[in-house]
């Protein structure tokens, strides 16, 4: 019984922490594609293993608790922009008459846009809650069992951005259409620019994308 007591009394915080780390439950191994793809959106990987492993500390935890609100902070700044400007695009006429954003197609995609920032703003504000009130031992119990709360914390971190991305290329495909149906040579001229500069982009983070998953898998 002395020697038990002594063992626990001089234990360091890290050994204590590593012999309290439990391994990844098997309901989270098990996960089908659409799962690994929400988890390479929202943690980088494809696999639950290395973020279990950060909520095995109370340190760990703080630091993924403080980079998703800083995340949410973000989503909730850049839908508020998109949500302010495409009201003002919607609501107004173009004071120009070479790029006219009121014809159907245009004012249709700043109109969802405006839905979309709406949308973003809302589950941010919800996903923002849950961080910051939630605890690392509600959230492993919550996750052991799998199924909807686990699809439920990935969707929390994905879905603001997912919904603000939209809102955003909703909003650029809008003032595209707009430039390359204007009068004006120039207009349009600026207008492939910013497609070829759009598409580019794009593709870099695809591949970019697809690399990292191909690689981390």
């Known amino acids: 019984m002395t020697s038990f007591y002594s063992t626990e009394l001089y234990m360091t915080p890290d050994k204590r922490a590593l012999a309290e780390e439990q391994p990844l439950p098997e309901t989270l191994h098990r996960t089908s594609l659409l799962t690994r793809v929400l988890c390479f959106l929202a943690l980088g990987r494809p696999n639950f293993e290395d973020h ?3 909520l095995q500390s109370e340190q760990a935890f703080e630091t993924v608790r403080s980079r998703s609100c800083s995340i949410v902070s973000s989503v ?18 173009s004071p120009v008459a070479y790029f006219d954003y009121t014809s159907p197609a245009p004012h249709c995609l700043l109109f969802i846009s405006l839905m979309l920032s709406m949308i973003a703003m ?6 923002m809650i849950r961080w910051l009130h939630t605890d690392r031992q509600w959230t492993q119990e919550q996750l052991q069992p ?3 709360f686990f699809l439920s914390y990935l969707l929390s971190i994905v879905m603001p951005i997912f919904f603000v991305t939209w ?19 120039i207009c349009r001229v600026i ?15 695809l591949m970019e994308s697809m690399w990292k998953y191909a690689m981390s898998r």
């Open 52 to 54: 279990w492993k950060l």
């Open 146 to 148: 799998g199924g909807y």
């Open 76 to 93: 909730i700044t850049t839908a508020s922009v998109l949500l302010a400007t495409s009201c003002v695009f919607v609501s107004t006429d």
């Open 122 to 127: 809302l589950t941010s504000g919800s996903s």
């Open 167 to 185: 809102s955003l290329h909703c909003f650029i495909f809008a003032m595209m259409i707009a430039g390359f149906c204007s009068q004006s040579t």
């Open 191 to 205: 207008t492939v620019i910013w497609l070829f500069t759009y598409v580019v982009n794009i593709g870099t983070i």
